[in-house]
């Protein structure tokens, strides 16, 4: 009677997984491949910033930015350091998608408490150089109203809270990154099926063997 | 390499669902449960090379190593990369499930036709053994980044730019690629050569046409 278990070779299993180890290991130091969008609020523009999981820009990606019922509002291209900047606009709550030549995808969704409390879209003429322009300009001889005032604390917020923001963002990016939980996870469940097929296969061939 | 979900077109994704599906079920057919292990070690690499990326050049590309996979499994390499796919979609979120199709058969094509490349590889033409072994690896990313580039422009409409743009930036992933593909088929070759496949002549060369005679062996 032939044996239909042939032997597999012990020693060759054990070095071909000796071999795949190597690379088990290596990713400890391995960097995610997914891309990642990172939008803030600065000097009274939208700022997004795409990045790869490894913190590299990705330059001249498409942006295309959408209201909640998907009606295009406007698109550019990130620039040099991966950045595509627009005013505020009216529409608060938006969509915005970033799509690389490569075939990466990445959306974020804005919504209105993302959004500093004086950053009114449009109304105020933007001055990235220094929030104290209209300081020098207009009122230095008289006294401060109240909505000036607040302008002028917002602006200077907005230009430390931007860091912040930036910051935070990234933070939420970086819990999606895989972690060594989901590397042996996913490898757990390669193995697993690889018995789950052996079994049944080999589960018929016993019952062709041995009917009782 | 991995493509996206919402890039492609439906048409796309179908044509890549239908070619993955009978790749997969060649694949089982041909599928030696003696050999189930090894299948599954390599579409265990597959999923963990996918996750190391070489910060070389303009690219952020990444190991693939679809070229181990085909030489050594040929037509089994669709059903391991389309699990291994499959887990990467689902626990790193690279690429998407309605893509998982077209993914494979980006990938699992240029395996199944280095397998066959290097079987039918003069032996002993070239004195390095490694050296069908780096053009099998490198040919592999080449091809999967021109399948990955042909299903965008499908979708789109500038082929050239996006192939070019494409394949230039995976162009130093295809040469590590080929070094890591000679070097582990190099070592194969010392320690287990049962493990790859057999080589085979082509018939054209077995009449000698042009009296090179390149299946010669050495002595």
Redesign the interface.
């Given at each position: 009677m032939t044996n239909v278990y042939?032997a597999?070779?012990v020693?060759?299993?054990c070095?071909?997984?000796s071999?795949?180890l190597i690379?088990?290991i290596?990713?400890l130091s391995?960097?995610?491949?997914?891309?990642f969008l990172l939008t803030w609020i600065e000097n009274g523009h939208v700022k997004v910033q795409g990045k790869?999981?490894?913190q590299?820009v990705?330059k001249n990606a498409k942006v295309t930015v959408f209201d909640p019922e998907q009606n295009l509002m406007l698109s550019g291209t990130t620039n040099e350091i991966g950045i595509f900047a627009f005013p505020i606009l009216q529409q608060k709550e938006l969509i915005v998608v970033l799509?690389t030549?490569?075939?990466?995808?990445a959306e974020t969704r804005m919504l209105a408490e993302d959004y500093p409390q004086h950053s009114a879209p449009q109304d105020r003429s933007p001055s990235p150089k220094s929030p104290q322009a209209p300081l020098s300009t207009q009122h230095s001889n008289e006294s401060w109203n109240q909505e000036q005032l607040q302008l002028l604390i917002s602006q200077s917020l907005e230009a430390e809270l931007s860091v912040l923001s930036h910051q935070v963002k990234k933070l939420e990016n970086k819990i999606?990154e895989?972690s060594l939980q989901?590397?042996f996870?996913?490898?757990g469940?390669?193995?697993g099926?690889?018995g789950v097929?052996?079994y049944f296969?080999?589960r018929q061939k016993l019952k062709e063997i041995s009917p009782s | 390499m991995h493509i996206a979900e919402g890039i492609v077109s439906v048409p796309i994704l179908i044509s890549g669902v239908a070619l993955a599906t009978v790749g997969t079920a060649i694949g089982l057919k041909k599928l030696d449960y003696n050999n189930v292990a090894q299948v599954g070690i390599l579409a265990a690499a597959f999923f963990v090379a996918g996750l190391v990326h070489i910060p070389i050049g303009p690219s952020n590309a990444h190991f693939v190593l679809n070229g181990i996979v085909g030489i050594l499994l040929g037509w089994v390499a669709f059903p391991a990369l389309l699990v291994g796919i499959l887990l990467q979609a689902i626990f790193f979120q690279f690429g998407g499930l309605t893509t998982l199709g077209i993914n494979t058969v980006n990938l699992a094509i240029p395996a199944l036709l280095v397998h066959y490349l290097y079987i039918f590889s003069p032996t002993s033409f070239f004195k390095s053994k490694a050296l069908i072994p780096f053009f099998c690896g490198f040919l592999a990313i080449g091809l999967s980044a021109l399948g990955v580039s042909l299903s965008l422009a499908l979708t789109a409409d500038h082929f050239v730019e996006i192939a070019f743009l494409i394949f230039v930036s995976h162009l130093p992933m295809m040469c590590i690629e080929g070094f890591v593909t000679a070097s582990c088929i190099a070592f194969l070759l010392k320690i287990e050569p049962s493990l790859l496949p057999k080589r085979k002549s082509l018939p054209i060369f077995k009449t000698n046409p042009f009296g090179i005679n390149l299946y010669k062996k050495k002595i």
């Open positions: 042939t597999l070779s020693k060759s299993v070095r071909t997984l071999l795949c690379l088990v290596f990713p391995a960097l995610a491949h997914r891309a790869y999981g490894n590299a990705i799509s030549p490569a075939g990466h995808k999606e895989p989901d590397i996870g996913g490898i469940y390669l193995l099926l690889m097929g052996a296969h080999y | -």
